[in-house]
């Protein structure tokens, strides 16, 4: 598994962005399919976006597409989520998520996903 810390999160302003990172602690990430999901107050977590080892293979909830981008630096071991023309209903905690196993096709199950960071604050007002 892989340790994983988000940052990056914080309060913006409805149709705003924001940039959310997430830095794996080992050289390995580069062999990891990544995603990000969420979690708003009093609901399950949802997935919002994944992306395959080299980047080629990407997929995002329909909720977000158009205006967030998933992005990699495995040179850098860092996930990217950019957040635009972000709603009130974007708030929630995100987490990354590394994938069970090397090179796994990316998917938006958490069973997909065996490695999880303790989250980052998303928080959009009105």
């Known amino acids: 598994q892989v340790e994983l810390v988000e940052s990056g999160g914080g309060l913006v302003q409805a149709g705003g962005s924001l940039r959310l990172a997430c830095v794996a602690s080992?050289?390995?990430?580069?062999?990891?399919?990544m995603g990000w999901f969420r979690q708003a107050p009093g609901k399950e977590r949802e997935f919002v976006a994944s992306i395959s080892v080299s980047g080629a293979r990407i997929g995002y909830a329909e909720s977000v597409k158009g205006r967030f981008t998933i992005s990699r630096d495995n040179a850098k071991n860092t996930l990217y989520l950019q957040m635009n023309s972000l709603k009130v209903e974007d708030t929630a905690v995100y987490y990354c998520?590394?994938?069970?196993?090397?090179?796994?096709?990316?998917?938006?199950?958490?069973?997909?996903?065996?490695?999880w960071g303790p989250g980052t604050q998303v928080t959009v007002s009105s």
């Open positions: 080992t050289r390995t990430f580069g062999t990891y399919s």
């Open positions: 998520a590394g994938s069970n196993f090397p090179f796994q096709v990316p998917g938006p199950r958490e069973g997909d996903f065996g490695s």
